[in-house]
């Protein structure tokens, strides 16, 4: 635990829903509570109920008799100012304040009902999360604002405006087996800001990489400052919502923020040594090369296994994103010259394999002669689940992607490997799919590995086997922590983030 004050504020003993009811959003508080575990007391708080859940219901605050830690409200904004009173005289620590309609409507009348609302929590020593906002996603804590959300905790922090962009993240998170360590929406940071939550991550020890979605901030100047020491230590990824002119509008009536130049802004953020993300899947793309692949100073990248124009464009993008796509090196050719193969000077970088179409060129072979070259700083791989019944490859075609070459041999004492290995659809096979994939493995083929998961055939497959093997495929890459994307355009924007945030984190913390 660090020593910032929100750490004392996330770890409640007990939580008081106030405004809870057998259905609504009060006692959509409850429920996820339930589902995840939560070890402390839940106080449901309405007048108008004796019992909720199968637990006692209380008509206010100052009824509960133990000790109330967290209080979230689920009221009328209205009768706000009622509740902090009686939160502090019951020595609450602080507030979620669920409840909206306060400066983000653009009337005055809402805005000093938030600013007495701040006035009086000071005075009482509580401290506020919001409002306008859906709180605390904690998994290891059993907080939650949203049913169904992942149980398994991570070391990804995320902090956002948004509750519902909160659980967008998660979900696409969930998609490439990353998971949160804390997730926090804070809606108008009436109290704590963007600063404050950035600060509490770059602390948090169960955090390892942060994730922000902003719409404005509070406290700019403090808010760059504090990212430049976070950004010492930990990648943070940034999407700016209110980009353009409507965006702007709606997030005025959002959160109550104000959206200014996003040359300005995108200068900012790289200057502190953050990262610019467009959108969810660019954000979710960077967190996971961050969580999967160790740090990469330098950008040479061999690709191998597409083919034809996917060859052509996985080097132009590669180029685009930053990467130096190197032409193969001579002994690598040479290599393949001695061993024989009549395609030696052919083969390049991308190694496309359609020119291999007699079965004399190996995939595999290329890949571990690129991850024994030190020319080769990391690789970029296609791959297909080679255990699929393949309804979308004729039976007779040559397989193109066998196990690739070890270059880390086994150990003296290890398992002899079968005399006879398993043929499959895409040739000579280790006994299973999880074989197959820990031999592409970092602390196997010594480099890290980035993998271009094919989907040809999945939306013309009726009957659902090419969905189910691209998903037994990316579920076992996950449990063998390897990274994997949809294209190459996706793989390589990624692989280049990590590349330069390394790069400049070296340089700005060695001056």
């Given at each position: 635990m660090s020593a910032h004050p929100l750490d004392a504020i996330l770890h409640p003993k007990s939580v008081a829903v106030v405004g809870a009811s057998p259905s609504g959003r009060g006692g959509g508080f409850i429920t996820p509570m339930f589902d995840l575990g939560f070890k402390g007391i839940i106080y449901p708080?309405?007048?108008?109920?004796?019992?909720?859940?199968?637990?006692?219901?209380?008509?206010?605050?100052?009824?509960?008799?133990?000790?109330?830690?967290?209080?979230?409200?689920?009221?009328?904004?209205?009768?706000?100012?009622?509740?902090?009173?009686?939160?502090?005289?019951?020595?609450?620590?602080a507030i979620h304040f669920f409840t909206a309609r306060f400066s983000e409507?653009?009337?005055?009348?809402?805005?000093?009902?938030?600013?007495e609302i701040l006035k009086r929590c000071k005075a009482g020593n509580v401290r506020i999360i919001g409002p306008n906002c859906m709180g605390v996603f904690y998994p290891a804590w059993g907080l939650s604002f949203f049913g169904h959300m992942?149980?398994?905790?991570?070391?990804?922090?995320?902090?956002?405006?948004?509750?519902?962009?909160?659980?967008?993240?998660?979900?696409?998170?969930?998609?490439?087996?990353?998971?949160?360590?804390?997730?926090?929406?804070?809606?108008?940071?009436l109290d704590f800001?963007?600063?404050?939550?950035?600060e509490y991550f770059g602390e948090d020890p169960d955090t390892?990489?942060?994730?922000?979605?902003?719409?404005?901030?509070?406290?700019?100047?403090?808010?760059?400052?504090?990212?430049?020491e976070v950004t010492k230590k930990k990648p943070v990824i940034v999407l700016k919502g209110g980009r353009g002119k409507s965006g702007t509008r709606a997030t005025a009536?959002?959160?109550?923020?104000?959206?200014?130049?996003?040359?300005?802004?995108?200068?900012?953020?790289?200057?502190?040594?953050?990262?610019?993300?467009?959108?969810?899947?660019?954000?979710?793309?960077?967190a996971a090369a961050f969580n999967f692949v160790p740090p990469m100073l330098h950008n040479r990248v061999g690709v191998c296994g597409g083919s034809g124009g996917s060859s052509v464009m996985g080097a132009d993008q590669s180029e685009e994103a930053g990467l130096d796509v190197i032409p193969l090196p001579e002994e690598i050719r040479a290599e393949l010259k001695a061993k024989g193969s009549p395609i030696w000077d052919w083969i390049s970088n991308p190694a496309d394999f359609s020119i291999g179409m007699g079965g004399e060129f190996n995939v595999a072979e290329v890949v571990g002669l690129m991850a024994k070259n030190p020319n080769f700083d990391f690789l970029i791989l296609?791959?297909?689940?080679?255990?699929?019944?393949?309804?979308f490859r004729p039976a007779n075609q040559t397989a193109q992607f066998p196990p690739p070459v070890?270059?880390?041999?086994?150990?003296?004492?290890?398992?002899?490997?079968?005399?006879?290995?398993?043929?499959?659809?895409?040739?000579?096979?280790?006994?299973?799919?999880?074989?197959?994939?820990?031999?592409?493995?970092?602390?196997?083929?010594?480099?890290?590995?980035?993998?271009?998961?094919?989907?040809?055939g999945r939306n013309n497959d009726p009957t659902g086997e090419a969905n189910k093997s691209y998903n037994e495929l990316r579920e076992k890459l996950i449990e063998n922590g390897i990274v994997s994307y949809p294209n190459i355009k996706r793989a390589a924007n990624a692989a280049a983030h990590l590349v330069r945030y390394y790069q400049d984190k070296k340089e700005r913390t060695t001056l």
């Open positions: 708080v309405n007048p108008k109920y004796k019992e909720m859940y199968g637990l006692k219901t209380y008509p206010t605050v100052r009824d509960i008799p133990g000790e109330v830690d967290f209080v979230i409200s689920s009221i009328p904004a209205q009768e706000t100012l009622k509740l902090v009173d009686d939160c502090a005289a019951k020595h609450v620590k409507t653009g009337r005055a009348d809402a805005a000093d009902l938030e600013k992942p149980k398994t905790s991570g070391h990804i922090g995320v902090a956002s405006q948004s509750g519902g962009a909160v659980g967008d993240i998660v979900e696409a998170m969930g998609v490439k087996g990353l998971y949160c360590s804390k997730g926090i929406s804070y809606g108008n940071a800001n963007e600063a404050d939550y950035l390892n990489v942060i994730l922000m979605y902003i719409e404005g901030v509070r406290a700019g100047k403090r808010f760059f400052n504090v990212m430049r009536s959002h959160t109550a923020s104000l959206a200014g130049s996003m040359t300005v802004w995108n200068a900012a953020i790289k200057q502190a040594g953050g990262i610019n993300a467009v959108d969810i899947d660019e954000m979710v793309d960077i296609f791959m297909m689940n080679p255990f699929a019944r393949n309804a070890l270059t880390n041999p086994p150990a003296a004492n290890a398992p002899a490997a079968p005399a006879k290995p398993q043929q499959g659809p895409w040739g000579n096979l280790p006994p299973s799919l999880d074989a197959y994939v820990k031999q592409y493995r970092y602390d196997v083929v010594g480099k890290p590995l980035f993998i271009i998961q094919g989907d040809r």
